[in-house]
C-alpha cells in the first residue's frame, strides 16, 4: 500500500472525534519521548485556547522560519508482511520492520552502509533502540532477510513507488533545516496510522502528521513551532500560537492535539 491515498477523508473534519491510533507499531515498550509528546500537547493545548476569537492571522505576513531538519518525504505500508520502508528528506532511506527493529541507510557514508537499530530493556526497565553499523556485504547471517528487504524497499522508492505528500522533495528546494542541519542519524522511532493520517515519531522527537488529504504537519520538539504544507504548496513553518490563528492550520492542529492527549494519556 502506498503511504498516502489520492482523495482520503479530510482529517481536520473530524477533529473533535479523533479516535486513538489503531496500529501503534511497537505494543506495549515505554516512550522514549514521552515528555517531548507531553509538552507538545501543552503547546497545542495552550495556542489553541488563545485562539478562540482571536483574530485571523494572515501567512504573508509572518517572518520566515526555517524548515526542520529532517522529515519523511515518502513511504510505502508493506506492514502486513514486512513493515515500513521509507525515505528522509535529506536522502537517507530506513525500515520500520514489524518486531520492532530497524534498518537507517546513510547515503553519506556509501551504499554498502547501514544501522540496525534492535529493541533492548535498560537495568532500569525501560526500552531503548541500540544502534549497530553494518555493511551490507559484511551483514551477520541472521540479519539476510533483512538486509535483502531494505534493499528492496529502497530500490521500489528510488524508482517512483510509494506515497508522500512530495515525491521529490528532498530536490525541490525544501532540504535546508535550521542552521542547515541534514538530520543525519535521524530514522522513525515509531509509526502509527489513524482513520484519517499516518503519524510517524522520529528519533529526533519531532511528531509528523501526514493526512490522507494530502495536507501535513510537523510538530518540533526542539521550538515551539509547527511545519505545514497545503496540498500543492510548499511547507511553511509558523510559531504555533501563530499556527492557531489560521483555521486551515488550527482544523489539523486540533484533531493533532486530541492523538496526543491519547498518546500521553497513563495507563488504565
Known amino acids: 500500500r502506498a503511504g ?135 551483514a551477520p547471517k541472521e540479519l539476510g532477510k533483512k538486509v535483502t528487504l531494505t534493499q528492496h524497499f529502497q530500490s521500489y522508492l528510488e524508482q517512483g513507488g510509494g506515497g508522500s505528500q512530495r515525491a521529490c522533495g528532498a530536490e525541490d528546494g525544501e532540504l535546508a533545516g535550521e542552521g542547515g542541519s541534514s538530520g543525519a542519524g535521524v530514522y522513525v522511532r515509531k509509526w502509527m496510522r489513524t482513520r484519517h493520517s499516518v503519524i510517524f515519531r522520529l528519533s529526533d522527537n519531532s511528531v509528523q502528521v501526514a493526512f490522507l488529504d494530502e495536507t501535513e504537519l510537523v510538530l518540533w520538539e526542539s521550538r515551539r513551532w509547527v511545519t505545514y504544507k497545503s496540498k500543492g504548496r510548499a511547507r511553511a513553518t509558523y510559531d504555533v500560537k501563530d499556527a492557531a490563528q489560521m483555521p486551515e492550520v488550527a482544523k489539523r492542529l486540533k484533531y493533532v492535539k486530541d492523538i496526543l492527549a491519547q498518546l500521553v494519556a497513563p495507563a488504565q
Open 4 to 138: 498516502s491515498v489520492a482523495g482520503g477523508s479530510d482529517a481536520a473534519s473530524t477533529a473533535s472525534t479523533a479516535t486513538a491510533p489503531n496500529s501503534a507499531r511497537e505494543g506495549g515498550a515505554e516512550l522514549e519521548d514521552e515528555e517531548a509528546l507531553r509538552a507538545m500537547h501543552v503547546q497545542l493545548s495552550k495556542a489553541l485556547e488563545a485562539e478562540e476569537g482571536g483574530v485571523v492571522v494572515q501567512a504573508a505576513r509572518l517572518p520566515t522560519l526555517p524548515l526542520p531538519p529532517v522529515w519523511v518525504s515518502k513511504w510505502v505500508d508493506y506492514s502486513k508482511k514486512y513493515g515500513l520502508g521509507y525515505r528522509l528528506s535529506n536522502g537517507n532511506y530506513g525500515v520500520f520492520f514489524n518486531d520492532a527493529t530497524k534498518v537507517l541507510v546513510d547515503q553519506r557514508a556509501g551504499s554498502d552502509c547501514f544501522e540496525y537499530m534492535e529493541r533492548v530493556r535498560g537495568e532500569e526497565g525501560r526500552k531503548r533502540d541500540v544502534r549497530k553499523e553494518c555493511s551490507f556485504a559484511g
